[in-house]
């Protein structure tokens, strides 16, 4: 599976943007998706993970309420919908995708696409 992300931008506090990611190669109807990101000096975080079908999300605590992830089966997309964002929640954002069950730990995902820079001012 190949994936790549897009969508990401400098906003200011309080804005809104949608990432997206697609995917290419193997099925991806049947993949666990997930979205990270990693700060300056940080760790990789988790975000938000969507379940192959679509029917189950976990989100962080840090985005509930604010953050929805949603996918596209036909056209093979993954999306992060980010509103009321925070100088914090500055970072790359990577999409994930896991060939089994839901997880939202790094380590268990399968695939990984370069990730997209995602800057808010405050």
């Known amino acids: 599976v190949q994936l790549q992300a897009s969508g990401g931008g400098l906003v200011q506090a309080g804005g809104s943007l949608r990432l997206s990611c697609a995917a290419s190669g193997r099925t991806f109807t049947t993949y666990t998706m997930g979205w990270f990101r990693q700060a300056p000096g940080k760790e990789r975080d988790f975000v938000a993970v969507i379940s192959w079908r679509g029917s189950s999300t976990v989100y962080a605590d840090s985005v509930k309420g604010r953050f929805t992830i949603s996918r596209d089966n036909a056209e093979n997309t993954v999306h992060l919908q980010m509103n009321s964002l925070k100088p914090e929640d500055t970072a790359v954002y990577y999409c994930?995708?896991?060939?089994?069950?839901?997880?939202?730990?790094?380590?268990?995902?399968?695939?990984w696409g370069k990730g997209t820079q995602v800057t808010v001012s405050s």
């Open positions: 994930a995708a896991r060939g089994s069950g839901i997880s939202w730990h790094s380590n268990d995902m399968d695939y």
